[in-house]
Structures are given as C-alpha cells and as structure tokens.
C-alpha cells in the first residue's frame, strides 16, 4: 500500500469514527423510543458481526419462502418480462 492510500485510509476511517461520535451525541436528545431503536440497531450489527451470520428479518424470510414456493411450481418471469421489468429503472 503506497502512503497515499495508506492516509486515505486513516482519514477515512477517522471521519467515520467522528460521525458515529457526533450521531451518538445528537441522538441523546432523540425521543426514548428513537434512542431504543438506535440502540437496538447498533446491537444486532454488532452480534452480526460476532457471529459472521445474517438473521433475516420475518419479512424476509416469508419473501424467500414466497419465492422457493413459486420456484417449485415453476412460476418464474419470462426473459420478455424480465426485460421490461429492466427497462421501466433504465430510463
């Protein structure tokens, strides 16, 4: 890594540190329950992290269902659909 990338990195990580920091302080005056959700955010990233696993919300996991149960009944969109699915986020 040359020393321009290396303080790059340094900076980088710095000015996140700091935005965490000045997040943290300005949601100390957020109401409780915003502060509760923060809070449980932060510790589900965290055993995330010491996990190395992804829960999937209940949302999620009835949208993989959804899509497993159509896979076996083989109702998968066309290319043409597929296509113009594409097409409508492309303009």
């Not at 996140?16 to 100390?28: G, P, S, V, Y």
């Amino acid at each position: 890594m040359t020393l321009t990338a290396s303080v790059a990195m340094c900076y980088h990580r710095n000015m996140k540190a700091k935005m965490i920091k000045e997040i943290l302080q300005r949601a100390e005056s957020w109401p409780e329950s915003a502060q509760e959700d923060l809070a449980q955010a932060a510790l589900e990233i965290e055993k995330e992290l010491h996990e190395g696993t992804y829960a999937a919300t209940p949302e999620e996991v009835a949208a993989i269902e959804r899509g497993l149960k159509e896979a076996e009944q083989g109702l998968f969109a066309t290319d043409s659909e597929v296509e113009a699915t594409f097409a409508k986020f492309r303009r």
